[in-house]
């Protein structure tokens, strides 16, 4: 049967681009959905194989609800990532002049990434909130917005003129997007993997985060992104996303994430899965399975009194 792909549409999104690049996506049954909740219950529900995501952008950083409805709806598993360039075009209906747009529409991550531009290019021009930058193409074409900052490859599929192009405020801007399944066994290792957990924090007290890092820290697991977010459960309570090197079968990563379960009232393991940039961790001396493989069998003759 074709995987069916659920992802955050309409046709025509940056989420649906970055699904294009995971291997088989192309040749598979797409399904867009209008909301980032939707699409992730469409994979819990069993309505689709896999979810695709954004999670994290170089200018804004992550995506407050994918965190959230990851570490704390029902539970779902990364196994796969890719890093997807975006720069924005201005898109317009047919015969729509510069001086024409009073009114821009994006999705609220899109908005920031191009402050700048929109306020030198079209000072007077308002700002819309849509659920995605191809919904905000839709309502240009429906004749509700003026423009819409999206993706130019939206413009033919909406019938939208480019009134400008690679607009962007910070040069070499990439999302990154999440592949998900749900829980199960993690891809096979590939020596550059990446693992995400959520850590919950039990009762606050001073050094608890430091406690935490310190699992990291001294196994020489480098973190590429820690994040807070509130439990919701009430007001200072929170917890911590992290992403980081290695993979759940590497030791030094278990020995981690066991030193986390021991310490945190609860952790949720995200998966484990290869990096979209291919780049492989710098192990430092000590912390290699070798090691950690040496270490146990120089205690176990320790306590049998047969020393190695």
Sequence with gaps: MPQRYAYLGPQGTFTEAA???FPGAADAEHLPLATVPAVLDALRRDEADV??????????????????ELATGEPLQIVGEVNLPVSFALLVRPGTAIEDVKTVASHPIAQPQCRRWLAENVPDAEWRAATSNAEAAQHVADGHYDAALAGSFAAARYGLSVLAEDIHDVADA?????????PGTPPAPTGADRTTVVAFIGADHPGALLEILTEFSVRGINLT???SRPTGARLGSYLFWMDFEGHVADERVGEALMGLRRICAD???????????GISPDIRRGTHDADFAAAASWLASLRTGRRA
């Design 19 to 21: 699904l294009l690049r």
């Design 51 to 68: 979810a695709v995501v954004a999670l994290e952008n170089s200018v804004e950083g992550s995506v407050p609800t994918t965190l959230d």
């Design 174 to 182: 990439v999302t990154r997007f999440i592949a998900l399944r749900r």
């Design 225 to 227: 992104l820690i994040q």
């Design 267 to 277: 952790v949720r393991f995200i998966g484990s899965y290869p990096r979209a940039d």
